[in-house]
């Protein structure tokens, strides 16, 4: 398939960009005259170009306003505008560019989450699920949730990250297993290995039985587990034969259970006199304060003040005298109302007082009894050393059976996985992975012969590491300088679209790269002239500066950028 267009527009429907692509050479130019102080990373929008065709095709959202060399730190700037202006990237995809009646695809995704999350394919919304099946049926109908993944296989079409612009096979990203790495060329290059995903599936199995049994062996290793326990059990055995040679009272336990009894009836008395005081306390707080509110006050001052009242009402019968004296004796039978019980209070503390001073006399007689004993004292360390033993052994015995289940696990894990390996790595096998080297490297040697008058191949080896079989892919000649090291890159990814059409297989056919400044103007100026002569769409990011001018010609470039003209204009 090829890139048709990449528009950029807002939620208001307001179109950014609105990028067009076209067969052969699609060159992003960055215009920013040299010298003119500009910061380096993501800073007019060339790179993001290719990032964007990149999150379509199911890459990461922060790969847009993150820094690739920390992961963590954002483009505030970029991601405020991405999300505050609703953004939405949308990508066609074409399977001829030349015929108007070609299949074509619309890929629609924006920055947002939650219900205003955007992932269309055809108007279709998707899953995250569903929008990773929907891309790998683009070209590989019935693979989704194999290996290698849509996205692993596409990687090498899309090259703007350290690993991919400057490593030719090992782009994936830096925790990338060797046998993933031999799953994915073996699928690349049509050597037919169906159980390439089991294998995958296999060798994580068998890493997660490793750093589990390593875990449980950090301490000390199996065989030091079975020594251990053997001992355990052998003093286990010892301390249950001094446990039954005890010649203990027959009334020891009985005491013992006793003096247990009597504990607890102390703590239940002694509770109770602490309510039974508290309440007597209340009692004698209430009345207390009954008793002080009795009126004591001047009678001939208050007499005065009745005979003013009774000058000047008539019909007034009762003396002051009289009131105080009703008053007073209201609360004096309100206090003692309120004390009567009182004396039954201080009853029940006597009961349970004498209660305590027996429970206490005997409790010290028990204590006496069992303490004097010396089996108890034995019996009583017998059973702590029995307790931490059992508790040691237990876990001992817990801890072999794990390693015996991973034990287990590891040798059924690997009888099949040397299954698969006896099948991958037969003669037959080995002579399919050959012959189709050779093709390629037919496509291999002659364009890196037309870009750099040599002739570059790619190789396999079998090798064992740490026990295991596996096919390693290496190209086999020396380059060392980053410039025709990002030729041996394009060479490769040129070469193997030329293979993949021979061989029937599916395969995207435009290549994104980055930074193509480290390559010499000769080697630009002949890649531009294959690719528009193979129909191959190379889509390239360049300084202005570094183009040569035979290659800066509207016909070329696709979208001119600068510190004025930047890709989202802000």
Known sequence: ????????????????????????????????PPGSGKETGNNVGKTTVLKLIDFCLGGAA???????????NEYKLVKDFLLKEKVLASLTLTDDLSREASREVLIERNFLSRKEKIQRIDGIDKSDDEFEEGLTDLLFPGHYGKKPTFRQIIAHNIRYSDASVNNTLKHLHRFTRADEYETLFLFLFGCEFEQGDEKQRLRTKINIE?????????????????????????????????????DLDPDFESDLERLNEVKYRL?????????????????????????????????????????????????????????????NRMLEEK????????????????????????????????????????????????IAELNEKYRLKGEYENTLRQLDRVDTA?????????????????????????????????????VSNVLYGEKYGLKVDRKTVKGRRLYEFSTFNLNFSSGKKQGEIVCFDIAYTLFADQEG?????????????????NQL???????????????ASILKDKLPEELNREEYVIVRLSQREKLFGV
């Open 335 to 382: 206090a003692r109302f309120i004390e009567k019980d009182l004396p039954e209070i201080e009853h029940q503390l006597a009961i349970r007082r004498k209660e305590i001073h027996d429970l206490l006399g005997e409790e010290r007689r028990l204590n006496a009894l069992v303490v004097q004993r010396d089996t108890f004292e034995s019996l009583e360390k017998l």
């Open 410 to 446: 590891l040798a059924e894990l690997n009888a099949r996985l040397a299954e698969i390996d006896d099948g991958l790595f037969s003669e037959d096998a080995a002579q399919r992975i050959k012959e189709q080297i050779i093709k390629f490297n037919r496509h291999f040697s002659a």
């Open 210 to 246: 490793i750093k589990f049994k390593e875990r449980l062996e950090s301490e000390q290793t199996k065989s030091a587990y079975e020594t251990a326990l053997a001992l355990i059990d052998s003093d286990i055995e010892e301390l249950e034969h001094r446990k039954e040679s005890l």
């Open 1 to 32: 398939m090829f890139l048709k267009s990449l528009k950029i527009t807002c939620g208001d429907g307001r179109v950014v960009r609105d990028i067009r692509f076209h067969d052969g050479l699609n060159l992003i130019v960055d215009e920013t």
């Open 62 to 72: 922060k790969g847009i306003y993150t820094d690739p060399e920390t992961g963590r």
């Open 267 to 327: 703590n239940l008395v002694s509770s109770e006199i602490g309510k039974l005081e508290l309440r007597g306390n209340l009692v004698q707080e209430a009345r207390d304060r009954m008793r002080a509110d009795v009126s004591d006050i001047d009678q001939k001052q208050l007499e005065q003040i009745y005979m003013q009242a009774t000058s000047l009402i008539s019909g007034i019968q009762k003396t002051f005298q009289d009131l105080c004296d009703f008053h």
């Open 525 to 539: 100026l002949l890649t531009a002239q294959l690719v528009n002569e193979k129909g191959i769409q190379f889509v």
């Open 505 to 521: 297989i599916p395969c995207m056919h435009f290549l994104l790269n980055d930074k193509k400044e480290l390559m010499h103007d």
